[in-house]
């Protein structure tokens, strides 16, 4: 008899609309009766589960495609990601980390080749403050940061939060105490300035002046080695992709840059010299150096010559020598 009784299997979409009340009820109520509260969080934190479930599949099954498409259309008809980020703070660590997943997956899932994820955070770009701001709070960093991450994925997200105040915390996001959250923090600094070719050069090229001021003084010449590595290392990402040659051709051209990248040449560190070298090789490159740069090149031309006769990673790398030999011949051939 028992059989005939079961409950039908629960669609997607009401699992979506559950959590959603689910979401509203602890959103709005922080003093109803204890036992109550508790059992509509243990609700929440399971329906939150089989959201992820349905997006990722489990060990007996690979997610259905069908149902993931109802289940995105349903999340983002309504405010089911605002209440999701919102909450989070009330959330268990478990179902944290199961909405963080959610959150990761909606941003490629496609309804009717549509990433709606996209329309959705265009029309409520405010969400990425809350993910941004959420690098000051130690119990939220890694969640809203991975979350973060996701959405920038989206080209408008991207140029919104390049293009916001928000871009000059991240240096010092980059430089908390709290190793975890810092690096995290870094892995989004380069997300930003590395994803979206164009949107990234048009923001270097209209912000040239206050990015680099800071890059410079609070990352290349931070105190913190990891800071430093990490930020030599993305510079050249930048400067070396074409798509910001006009921001290359105004970084060589700059005696303090250079001076930046001499002292890095010598610190004691093979890792942070060899990414320091793949940046030097741009300023001796340069064909139209300005005299202050040529200049300070031959006054420090038998240092540098002297540097780079017993400079080499330690892996054989034919492209490295190739451009050390080039690097040494301009600077041999440089007279005032």
Known sequence: MKALFKSKPRSPV???RQTRDLLVYADRSPDSRESKREEKMA????????????LYGNSEAEPVSEACAQLTQEFFRENTLRLLITCLPKLNLEARKDATQVVANL???QVQSRLIASDYLEANIDLMDILIAGYENTDMALHYGTMLRECIR???VARYVLESQHMKKFFDYIQLPNFDIAADAAATFKELLTRHKSTVAEFLSKNYDWF????????LESANYITRRQAIKLLGDILLDRSNSAVMTRYVSSKDNLRILMNLLRESSKSIQLEAFHVFKLFAANQNKPPDIASILVA???KLLRLFADFKPDKADE???ADKAQVVKEIAALEL
Not at 43 to 54: A, G, H, M, P, Q
Not at 212 to 219: I, Q, T, V
């Open 14 to 16: 009401d699992i979506v």
């Open 43 to 54: 609700e929440l934190c399971k329906n939150i589960r089989e959201l992820k479930c349905i």
């Open 107 to 109: 941003q490629r899932q």
């Open 154 to 156: 989206h080209q408008t």
């Open 212 to 219: 680099f001021a800071e890059y410079n003084s609070k990352l």
């Open 300 to 302: 420090n031309k038998s």
């Open 319 to 321: 492209q490295f020598e």
